[in-house]
């Protein structure tokens, strides 16, 4: 196969000193145990990157960063009975 690796660390919280360490540890293994000749690049994705952490970053060559935003919507489901063809059926249910 003529491929590289990219290992991603999906930060939830701040870390800068953990996110480092794991992604640099990562790396190094996938390196030792499937790349071999191959490249292995990082990615750290997490809510806030901080300055700490791009410093660190800064020195590490193929990583990348990247900052992640949520949104979401809820909605009301209805769970209710209705009647259909003389038979009551339960609604809002798969």
Do not use: C, H
Request: cysteine-free; aromatic content about 12%; overall charge positive.
């Amino acid at each position: 196969m003529n491929f590289n690796f990219v290992v991603f660390e999906l930060k939830l919280s701040r870390g800068a000193d953990k996110a480092m360490g794991q992604i640099s540890r990562y790396m190094g293994w996938t390196k030792q145990n499937f790349a071999k000749d191959k490249g292995v690049s990082g990615v750290i994705v997490a809510k806030k990157v901080d300055e700490k952490l791009k410093y660190a970053a800064s020195i590490i060559p193929d990583l990348s960063l990247f900052e992640y935003e949520l949104n979401f919507k809820i909605r009301e489901v209805s769970i209710g009975w209705e009647e259909k063809n003389n038979q009551f059926l339960r609604v809002g249910i798969k």
